[in-house]
């Protein structure tokens, strides 16, 4: 079974609205975070929380707000979208997140924004 | 953070071991080497870490160079399932919350 849990798999937005992408872990970590990968482009580190804190936002713009309702959930709000937000979104997690500790991917959900 | 160099891609053949290279001159003594995979449409998969010990799972062979400005991945008899992208990622040791950062890696592509 899925330890990380990302839902949807596959999201279609139009131009100009609102999704939130789901995560939860189940794994017991402390500490989550968020990727995205446009197509053919590496992995881009977007958030981490740490015991439901946001700890770094490398993300410039803030149509893009996660959300910790639990410790171990992670979702992640997107307003106004737009076309170059389409990319696969992909969730993470780690026992804590101070220390040289592994991380664990969720599947991803691919957003299509048209 | 320190930088990493890696081939972009490599070629092999199923069954064949795979020497995949990581050089990382500037590493620090407290920076852990990293090596995460991931496959198309899936997310990164961890293969294996090390500081400066050779280390070895069920998945790969890390050598580590005694100076450790280098390091490569080695993959035994290699399958189809082996393609992926190959990463190799650095990261500081209770210095206060780090994230991982991924490159573009080596993107092995094994032919049957």
């Known amino acids: 079974d899925p330890k990380i849990i990302q839902k949807p798999k596959y999201l279609v937005a139009v131009t100009g609205s609102e999704k939130i992408l789901i995560c939860e872990q189940y794994?017991?970590?402390?500490?989550m975070y968020w990727y995205r990968q446009s197509a053919k482009k590496p992995l881009e580190f977007m958030f981490s929380y740490s015991y439901q804190k946001l700890m770094d936002n490398q993300t410039a713009s803030s149509r893009f707000q996660p959300q910790s309702s639990k410790k171990n959930h992670l979702d992640l709000q997107i307003t106004a979208l737009k076309p170059d937000d389409s990319a696969t979104y992909f969730c993470?997690?780690?026992?804590?997140?101070?220390?040289?500790?592994?991380?664990?991917f969720g599947s991803g959900t691919r957003l299509t924004v048209l | 953070d320190a930088k990493t160099t890696q081939p972009d891609s490599m070629e092999s053949t199923e069954g064949e071991t795979v020497h995949l290279p990581c050089s990382h001159a500037?590493?620090?003594?407290?920076?852990?080497i990293y090596w995460y995979r991931q496959v198309p449409l899936q997310g990164p998969e961890y293969v294996t870490h090390?500081?400066?010990q050779n280390t070895t799972n069920s998945m790969a062979f890390l050598a580590i160079a005694s100076d450790r400005k280098s390091s490569t991945l080695i993959l035994p008899h290699v399958s189809l399932r082996d393609a992926a992208v190959y990463h190799c990622?650095?990261?500081?040791?209770?210095?206060?919350?780090?994230?991982?950062?991924f490159g573009k890696g080596t993107s092995l592509t094994v032919i049957p």
């Open positions: 500037t590493i620090s003594g407290n920076e852990y």
């Open positions: 794994l017991g970590h402390n500490a």
């Open positions: 090390g500081l400066q």
């Open positions: 990622i650095l990261r500081v040791l209770n210095t206060g919350y780090q994230n991982f950062y």
């Open positions: 993470a997690s780690s026992q804590e997140q101070y220390s040289a500790e592994t991380l664990y």
